[in-house]
């Protein structure tokens, strides 16, 4: 566990001293949202509920694809030899879930105040967006290593990701758009497990394939 946690440390201090990424992503977020609003200034709950997660699916690819496509060879190298394939793999989706967490925190304040926030039920909508944050973030985490194996590993990401995203994706959908309208818990707390399994099985999927990955 000091491994891992020592590893998160160095992307969070990465992440600090190269600022203008994370600014970057976050101006993708404010843009998008200037867009929706300009093209449609009044939304019914589903296609606010949609475009929401739309945004958030495309900036999470912004976000967590540099997490093994921008690392040099040579840092590859080095982390081989201080850590295990496990530890890396790890840290990696901890810190992307957190990172998720926060932009769509970011996210979800300006899209509320320039679109108004039709939610109803606001804790298990907030509920669904830690489990969709989470599950954006070790999707392309481990999709991400696996196209930083391969030539055009940019172009790779998105073609290999949208199949195993939209399931996801549609679950929650799903499960968000039942909390805008204030449905019974019990209705909703089905998708939100369904959300859950998905995100364990990618995890275990990553912990068990990414070591031979990384031997490559």
Not at 17 to 23: E, F, L, M
Not at 125 to 135: D, E, P, T, V
Not at 136 to 158: D, E, H
Request: glycine letters at 4%; aromatic letters at 12%.
């Amino acid at each position: 566990m000091k491994a891992v946690l020592a590893l998160i440390r160095k992307d969070l201090v990465i992440e600090w001293r190269q600022r203008y990424a994370v600014n970057g992503i976050l101006l993708h977020t404010v843009a998008s949202v200037f867009v929706v609003y300009l093209s449609v200034k009044v939304l019914n709950a589903p296609t606010w509920n949609a475009l929401f997660w739309l945004i958030m699916l495309f900036t999470s690819i912004s976000a967590v694809a540099k997490s093994f496509i921008a690392e040099s060879k040579g840092r590859s190298m080095y982390y081989f030899g201080i850590a295990t394939a496990p530890q890396i793999i790890i840290s990696k989706i901890i810190y992307n879930s957190l990172l998720m967490l926060v932009i769509a925190m970011v996210c979800f304040s300006i899209y509320a105040i320039v679109l108004g926030q039709p939610v109803s039920n606001f804790p298990l909508y907030l509920l669904a967006m830690f489990a969709g944050c989470i599950g954006f973030a070790s999707t392309f985490t481990f999709i991400s290593s696996i196209a930083s194996k391969a030539g055009n590993s940019n172009v790779l990401m998105p073609v290999l990701s949208f199949p195993v995203i939209l399931p996801l994706l549609l679950v929650l959908i799903k499960a968000s758009k039942k909390a805008m309208d204030g449905i019974d818990n019990s209705l909703i707390f089905p998708d939100l497990i369904v959300l859950c399994l998905i995100n364990l099985m990618v995890v275990a999927l990553a912990y068990m394939l990414f070591p031979y990955l990384w031997k490559e």
